[in-house]
């Protein structure tokens, strides 16, 4: 069956790919691939899932015979000292803790259970249940994508899915890393989904709990807020994620909701490894030579905080011209907003590649093909640098160390760049009016 045609104003950054049968960068999809694609057939379901099972195998049995990065080793020192002194004493001492509430209780938590008999004796300690969830959250955020693709204006083609489940960004990240990580973007693709089901209450629930995992979801708030105000659900919405967020911040907030701002709410990454704090850095000037997170000069602050502005004024810039285009435009929206803060973001650390993994290749599959293999490349190199060679066990990141890896990350950040220009470029091909800034809101009957 020949593809309808393809509207290429959807290609503009501020607009979602939504045609439920066009790719985003490839239109001309083969028979073959769109029969395979089709969420009537069993097949491509049943080889998803079983890819993502094995996937799922292959990373329990990297977290049982490795032990991962210094962040595990932080993450139990974390663990230890929350459970002698408590969150508030840890959030003064330790300018390492930025994670809020609820990744504190994990980690008290799985740092009592290293501690019990049956798990030392049956080998789950501390860097095994680390990961444990995170793989689990893996597997789901595959079912969660799948479900995605059933709905109105989603299309992912089978291969795009398969590479997902057994993705090597995931492998490594979930598998070898040791964080939170992909917890928080389960959440989030579960609070897209209620947006797809028009269910507020549950995507106030799983956006609130996506923030308690890690911070940086609050940036998104924008987008969920100016797609259930255009819906008329906002104050359920707001309702339900103002509870959950205020039952599990009450301690910080309730006892020192200063420190918690700054431990938590303030954190802006280091500054020197990626994308536009690295190029600075290469300049050799002294005022950007600092790798770090702290005590940075004040030309690091004023570019740090010049990033910070872009990224928040392009993501409220998204939320409320797409407000309109539906559960799979606000799917969209994330992806784009994601993508513009990679690209922004004054400093990224390895584990965030999973971050915004599953929302481009909702938005469009072959761009996550190529960032997933830009991704995976600068990975591969910097857990391979940081655990001096392979087979990998432990591996730590050093200043001296990041002189080696560094490099590798200015792949996905390129694949990214270009991907926002070809969008951009296609869209004003198609329609000259097209402005960079316009407020003009973008309405459903105007995608393909």
């Known amino acids: 069956m020949k593809s309808p045609p393809l509207d290429t104003s959807d290609f503009h950054f501020t607009k979602l790919i939504s045609s439920p049968t066009v790719d985003a960068l490839t239109p001309n999809m083969d028979p073959v691939s769109a029969a395979t694609s089709s969420p009537k057939s069993i097949v491509p379901i049943l080889l998803v899932t079983a890819l993502a099972l094995l996937a799922m195998l292959v ?53 009592y259970l290293d501690h019990q008999v049956w798990f030392r004796d049956h080998g789950f300690l501390f860097p095994f249940l680390l990961r444990l969830p995170g793989i689990i959250a893996d597997f789901i955020s595959v079912l969660l994508v799948m479900r995605i693709s059933r709905s109105p204006g989603v299309r992912i083609p089978t291969w795009a899915m398969a590479f997902f489940a057994i993705s090597p960004v995931s492998l490594m990240v979930t598998g070898f890393h040791g964080n939170t990580d992909p917890i928080m973007v389960v959440f989030i693709l579960a609070a897209a989904l209620m947006c797809l089901k028009e269910r507020p209450v549950l995507c106030g629930l799983f956006f609130a709990l996506s923030c308690q995992v890690k911070v940086v979801p609050v940036l998104f708030f924008p987008i969920f807020f100016c797609f259930w105000f255009a819906h008329r659900k906002a104050f359920p919405f707001l309702i339900s994620s103002g509870i959950f967020s205020m039952i599990l911040w009450a301690e910080p907030f309730t006892r020192f909701p200063g420190l918690f701002v700054k431990s938590v709410l303030s954190y802006g990454s280091y500054w020197g490894i990626w994308g536009v704090t690295y190029w600075l850095r290469l300049t050799g000037l002294p005022e950007f030579s600092r790798v770090s997170f702290y005590d940075l000069s004040l030309p690091q602050n004023l570019v740090v905080g010049a990033l910070k502005l872009i990224i ?53 599959p072959t761009v996550y093909g190529w960032l997933t293999i830009a991704s995976s490349a600068f990975l591969f190199f910097f857990y391979n640098v940081t655990a001096h060679g392979l087979p990998w066990y432990s591996a730590v990141s050093t200043n001296n160390l990041n002189l080696l890896w560094t490099p590798w990350s200015l792949w996905p950040w390129a694949v990214l760049i270009v991907a926002l220009f070809y ?26």
């Open 59 to 111: 990373k329990v049995m990297i977290a049982l015979n490795t032990f991962g990065t210094n962040d595990v080793t932080l993450f139990y020192e974390f663990g230890r000292i929350l459970t002698q002194h408590g969150l508030e004493w840890t959030y003064r001492h330790s300018i390492y803790f930025n994670h809020p509430p609820l990744t504190a209780y994990f980690l008290q938590a799985i740092y």
């Open 312 to 364: 928040i004024a392009a993501v409220i810039f998204i939320a409320w011209r797409r407000r309109n285009l539906g559960g799979a435009g606000l799917i969209g929206s994330i992806a784009y907003a994601w993508m513009i803060f990679f690209v922004f973001s004054p400093g990224i650390s390895a584990q965030y590649m999973v971050w915004l993994a599953p929302f481009v290749l909702i938005l469009a």
């Open 423 to 448: 969008f951009w470029k296609i869209a004003v091909a198609a329609d000259p009016s097209l402005r960079f800034f316009s407020f003009q809101t973008l309405r459903a009957e105007a995608r393909g």
